[in-house]
């Protein structure tokens, strides 16, 4: 039989359940040729996505998806407007299907949208038509920050499957905790979750997941660590005794790290309580990926942008 190639053209980037190993390969060969092109210097900026333009809609704050969107549409081409929720109509309370209609109106193909409720970006693909990339649904899904964690490893580790990762703190608040555990799982990543008993959701029961109390059975012999913010934002008051009581049982510091494999990989999705759930010393050590997270942020979402309004053409 023939292979059909996978194309991801028209696709609406809502969760990673909805992708296939195939597809998530498609994005990260795709994001390969992006990162060369952000790295080459001088003249970033291709035509791929001339003549079509992104709206970011974002209800909640962000600084590393947010610019990291509007870099990528503009890398490829587009024309990338951004809508704060502070200062739009959003104030005076117009309703989220009101809003995207007015957008869908001026003739956007894409959305790529941040809001607080879970679910949201599921909504907006049917509300209206243009292709919508979700860039955080509440505690649901933020399945960029899953593509860019992947693509990190792959390229430090040169590999993905048969990887050990632990992914340690808030999991229950955590939307990118939920996007890595299905895309990692799908590329044949062992996960490991730990955190403190109240913000471990019990839903992660399934192959190739372990979910831990102890954080030290977690990291031992891991790979890559996952360190998560904790989500104070997003808690009710109580989960955890204190947040000194937290960083000396949770927090990832040197002591912690002589547990993990010698050559572990840190990730964490920023923004960073430092001192909280990852020491300095951790954050700025050799085999810390954070920054390069940054970097790999851009290039995974022009893989997205291109891979979704254009087919992908990446020269
Ligand atoms: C994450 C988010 O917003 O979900 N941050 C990000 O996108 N870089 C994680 C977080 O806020 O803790």
Known sequence: MERVAVSLLGKSVVAM??????EIRLVLDTAYKMKQIIRRGGDKKLSNLRGKSIVNLFYEPSTRTRTSFELAGKYLGADVVSINSG???IVKGESLRDTLRTIEAMGVDAIVMRHKSEGAADFA????KP????AGDGAHAHPSQALLDLFTIEQRKGRLAGLKVAIVGDILHSRVARSDVYAMTKVGIEVHLAGPKTLLPRFFDFDGVTVHE?????ITGADVINVLRIQLERQQAGLFPST????????INDARLSLAKDDVLILHPGPQNKGLEISSE???CE????QEQVQNGVAIRMALLDLTLNGGSAK
């Open 17 to 22: 359940e909805n992708f296939s190993a195939e």
């Open 87 to 89: 200062t739009s109509s």
């Open 125 to 128: 693909t049917r509300a209206v």
């Open 131 to 134: 292709v919508i990339i979700n």
């Open 214 to 218: 102890s954080l030290d059975e977690a």
């Open 244 to 251: 000194r009581e937290y960083a000396r049982v949770f927090g």
């Open 282 to 284: 951790v954050t700025y």
């Open 287 to 290: 085999q810390s990926a954070i």
